[in-house]
């Protein structure tokens, strides 16, 4: 099959190369020249494990290309993926200017029966948009169709690859079919391709990604608690989590979610509900209560240090909002960064991905350093913000000769309270007692 994809973001450059690597003939588009001189290199502008890989492969292949030139991708093609970017606007709605923008352009190339994807994560009714747009450009015939994503920075290859499900929403038995013939690959083992209505699909995805980040917002109240009634946050996981209604998935206490999909979604559907005088009060709750969420390791540092945090040095390991990608969009190391500066701390920051977007984000406001041992030379205290795996099993003999206190403020619980202890260090963990 013949397929374009417009936009080369974290889910375009996916979505793109794993439909070349299962055989179908890719275009991607984007305006940026720069990215697409660096994506005809064969090299990702994003990190993501496995896909440079299969993106060299497709490139050499000839399966999958790089261009600007909208018009030709449009009538080269028989389905066209818009995977562009819908940001947070001011008033907390999701930004659909790129997406309408590309629809009226897609209207005026058209040059024969098209299938528009929508895969962009967009409000219920912007499929409904794109088709009232289209139509006043073209007269030849179309159909669009909504197929949110469900792909998770730092596992996303795998996640297209081998999916959960397919979902898919839309009108036309020939679209459905079409897109059922697409995803065929992808769903050998049984998972399941669940066709719907539009408007369903459409608000599938931010009812799932505001579920899970009330799930992670709700484990991080009972962690707080769990402080004040001298508990165990990761005892009360496990209890928790093998009830089968349950599941352990998101249970885990930190300093909150950030990323590009939970904050901004939680926002949009609550922009959405309230257009239609449908306040959900759980999600209100929920966003408040991961706001404050990201201060909680700041406020512990106050209460350690009993008085102004002025001239501490601090060494921050873990800046991406997860570990597997260097995405710092809603990153709560940014939150507690931009706190800590602010009352006169040095940071002294490494991440194993994310410095080229820390540098750009931070500034130089902070330090930074090659690895993780060398930020800490000197440094009060360690703050842990992202759990990358090559944090868990450090050198702890190591960091407290090159520290000049040996307190750790975990704000993922990667490490044993009690072999903390034993190792002579001041821990700080989220929910781990008092």
Known sequence: MKISVIGTGYVGLVVGTCFAESGNDVICVDVDEQKLRTLKRGESPIFEPGLTDLLKKNIEEKRLVFTSD???AVKKCDVIFLALPTPQAEDGSADLQHVLEVAKKIGKFMNGYKVIVNKSTVPV???DRVREIVSKETKQPFDVISNPEFLKEGAAVNDFMKPDRVVIGGDSPKALAIMADLYAPFV???NPLIQMDMHSSELTKYAANAFLATKVTFMNEVANLCEQVG?????VRKGMGTDPRIGMQFLFAGVGYGGSCFP???SALLNTSRSYECELHILNSVEDANRRQKMVLVNKMRKHYGTSLKGKSVAVWG?????NTDDMREAPALTIIDALVHEGVMIRAYDPEAMEEA????GKSVKYYDNNYDALK?????????EWNEFRRPDFDRIKLLMKEPVIFDGRNVYDPKIMKEKGFVYYGIGRGR
């Open 359 to 362: 540098k750009r984000r931070l």
């Open 264 to 266: 901004k979604d939680v």
């Open 70 to 72: 909208l018009e030709v």
């Open 231 to 235: 508990a165990d946050v990761d005892m």
């Open 378 to 386: 000197g440094a009060d205290a360690l703050v842990v913000v992202t």
């Open 188 to 190: 050998r083992t049984g």
């Open 319 to 323: 800046l991406a909002f997860k570990p």
């Open 125 to 127: 009714g912007t499929g």
